[in-house]
């Protein structure tokens, strides 16, 4: 879903509507609320350790002791200043 989707989406509710929590539904998750709503600051990458697998950005990995090389074998999951949703 693209945010312009979202945004239509949004305008179609209410002023009553607009004041509840937003929650999600998973099957690999329980129903939650979403706690915020932010930009990227960096590009986060992933490991690909675990499922799902947390996110870095470049300085933990460089802090994992992770060279040049093993960095770039990771993918960026989520680039600079892209939205974010936290739970």
Partial sequence: MKLKDLKKQLNKL????????????????????IAKIVRAKANLYTKHEDDPSP???MKQLKEDGMD??????CDIEIPKGAFVVEF
């Avoid at 009553?16 to 329980?30: A, D, I, P, V």
């Avoid at 040049?68 to 074998?73: G, H, L, N, S």
């Fill in 68 to 73: 040049k090389e093993e960095i770039q074998e």
């Fill in 55 to 57: 996110l870095y950005t």
């Fill in 14 to 33: 209410s002023k009553e509507q607009l004041e509840q929590e937003l929650c999600y539904n998973s099957e690999e998750f329980s129903v939650s609320g």
